[in-house]
Structures are given as structure tokens and as C-alpha cells.
């Protein structure tokens, strides 16, 4: 009785976590592929492979890089370019030995870009402050939420346009997880017999 009780029970197995970041932008991109066609936006995507975990669980980060993307799909033009990059770096505290690592802080940085015409620039700006950018109030409390979300998760999110080459950056910046992260898969080839 007892054999026949465990063979219904999931048995969870411990993994370690790893891409959850590069996983999210993958899914998020799948999810809005219909919008990115109908406007015929061409996509760059420079993914560091091996990226480390961050300190954001994921149903905030999904919040995030979807919001984001939401807001630079009405931002973009027709034809124009969408980019997506990530990257780790770390950041030593100054003056302190290269030698030691003892006080090294570590970042995944998640950069979206786009590009607009020059319509859609000179009503950029030069200077972006968020609710100050956006003539649609929609788009402009949306990065107000997502904003609010990035500094709640230990995180920092920055806008910037670079006029000349017509575009505009969203800069993600959040602290990399310094524990081991493990989540638990079901097997359920597995049964006990």
C-alpha cells in the first residue's frame, strides 16, 4: 500500500538555475512576435552567453523586459530596429587591491535600444526624465510603474537618446545574485517501485 501511495507523489529533483534572464528575453520576445511583424521591426540581439543570476525573482523581471518591450513597440517606427543586450561586469570599490575580491560587486546589465525617425526624436528630447518624454500618459505610467518596480528589486533603470544616430536607450542595471540558486524540476519518469 505504502509502494502503491508513492508512486502518485511528483518527485522534485534540485537543479542549479542558470539563464534566467536570457530565458525571460527569449519568452518575452516569442510572446509580442505578432506586433514585431505587423511593424516589421528588424531585431538585434547580443546575449552574453553564461550569464550570472540576479537578485530579481522572475515574475518581476518578466513584469519588467515585457513592459519595456510594450513601451518601445508603440515608440518604434514602421521598419525601424529594436536591440536587446546583456551583459555581467564588476565593479571593485576604489582604491581597493585587484588581487583581492573580497568587496567585488557583480551586475547583469540589460540594455534595450531603438531607433526612430526624426519626428519621433526631436520629440524625445535631449534630457529624459520619466513623465516628462511621453506625450501618451499610458506609456508614460507604465515606465513610471516599471521604474518603481527595477528600484524596489535593488535595481536601476536609466533613459537615454543619442540624437545623431535617432536613438533611444532603456539601461537595466541589477545586482547579481551571490548564493547559489536552485529550483526543483519534476521527473516524472521517475517512480518508485
Not at 65 to 86: E, K
Not at 94 to 105: C, E, F, M, Y
Not at 146 to 167: S, T
Request: charged fraction near 30%.
Amino acid at each position: 500500500m505504502l509502494n502503491g501511495l508513492l508512486n502518485y507523489f511528483e518527485v522534485s529533483f534540485p537543479t542549479k538555475k542558470t539563464g534566467t534572464v536570457n530565458i525571460l528575453i527569449e519568452e518575452v520576445l516569442r510572446e509580442n512576435q505578432v506586433r514585431l511583424k505587423e511593424k516589421e521591426v528588424r531585431i538585434f540581439k547580443k546575449l552574453e552567453k553564461d550569464l550570472p543570476e540576479i537578485v530579481v525573482p522572475e515574475k518581476p523581471l518578466r513584469y519588467i523586459l515585457s513592459s519595456i518591450l510594450q513601451y518601445a513597440l508603440t515608440s518604434v517606427p514602421s521598419h525601424g530596429t529594436l536591440g536587446l543586450l546583456t551583459q555581467s561586469f564588476v565593479v571593485r570599490e576604489p582604491g581597493q587591491d585587484q588581487t583581492l575580491l573580497k568587496n567585488v560587486r557583480g551586475y547583469v546589465g540589460i540594455t534595450l535600444f531603438f531607433t526612430g525617425d526624426k519626428k519621433c526624436v526631436e520629440s524625445w528630447g535631449t534630457e529624459l526624465k520619466i513623465g516628462t518624454f511621453r506625450r501618451e500618459e499610458g506609456a508614460d505610467l507604465l515606465l513610471q510603474l516599471v521604474k518603481e518596480v527595477v528600484h524596489r528589486n535593488r535595481g536601476v533603470m536609466k533613459i537615454k537618446v543619442d540624437e545623431k544616430e535617432a536613438k533611444r536607450y532603456v539601461v537595466l542595471e541589477f545586482p547579481v545574485e551571490r548564493r547559489a540558486t536552485l529550483c526543483y524540476q519534476n521527473d516524472n519518469s521517475f517512480h518508485l517501485k
